[in-house]
């Protein structure tokens, strides 16, 4: 049982250029999110899941797209990067809305 | 939307001696106060978490305490030891609909021998 996973682990793109990060759960949990961490602000929500083939905005959605196509999996992608979205990201999912969230170990992103 | 303030951002404490971390919240609905643990370099850990039906909650040497009337809420760690250094984040969200986490800015905790 791997939890929470994320690929990759650190990548470096140059301004313009597009990728999408991986988050996949193996607890069959419904509720899946996206965070950003910077420092000094703690983590805030880019967009969140409640179940396949739904999304929802967060608190900072702009630049990003998300998909919930297969339950398990979790994809968020940049279609232009810019230096502002260089940052940690990390990826949760929880079994309800009622339950706990659990975090992946992260993506460094770094935008030159 | 919901505001969480975090502080102190830094705390250093002697071994053995009690750490205590406090948050406050904006929106009155808030229900759920989860309190997370990140470690250099990992993702962030669920350590304890309370619900708002609830005033005090203790897990061996953590323990958290509600106060809905003043909407804050704080994090009590006891005999303090070194693996207890990292990072500590309290979050608040209104469960039901997407159970979104508003996380305050994290509190640096140094537990010096």
């Known amino acids: 049982n791997a939890g929470v996973t994320q690929t990759p682990k650190f990548r470096v793109l140059k301004t313009g250029q597009s990728m999408t990060l991986l988050c996949a759960q193996d607890?069959?949990?419904?509720?899946m999110y996206w965070y950003r961490q910077d420092p000094g602000m703690g983590l805030r929500l880019i967009h969140y899941?409640?179940?396949?083939?739904?999304?929802a905005k967060g608190e900072v959605p702009d630049g990003y797209n998300v998909s919930r196509l297969k339950k398990q999996n979790f994809l968020l992608g940049l279609e232009s990067a810019a230096p502002s979205q260089t940052s940690v990201y990390f990826c949760?999912?929880?079994?309800?809305?009622?339950?706990?969230?659990?975090f992946g170990p992260g993506t460094r992103l770094l935008v030159l | 939307g919901e505001n969480v303030e975090q502080h102190p951002s830094t705390l250093s404490v002697q071994e053995g001696d009690s750490a205590v971390i406090k948050c406050t919240y904006s929106?009155?609905?808030?229900?759920?106060f989860p309190w997370y643990k990140q470690e250099l370099g990992k993702g962030p850990q669920l350590i304890i978490d309370?619900?708002?039906?609830?005033g005090e909650k203790k897990d061996q040497r953590i323990a958290v305490t509600l106060n809905k009337t003043a909407k804050h809420f704080s994090l009590h760690i006891t005999e303090t030891q070194p693996e207890d250094s990292a990072v500590y984040f309290c979050?608040?969200?209104?469960?039901?609909?997407?159970?979104?986490?508003?996380f305050g800015t994290g509190t640096q905790l140094k537990v010096e021998l």
């Open positions: 949760a999912s929880s079994r309800t809305s009622r339950e706990t969230q659990y």
């Open positions: 607890m069959n949990h419904e509720y």
């Open positions: 899941s409640v179940g396949e083939g739904t999304t």
């Open positions: 929106d009155s609905a808030s229900n759920y």
């Open positions: 309370i619900r708002s039906n609830v």
């Open positions: 979050a608040a969200s209104v469960t039901g609909g997407g159970n979104k986490l508003t």
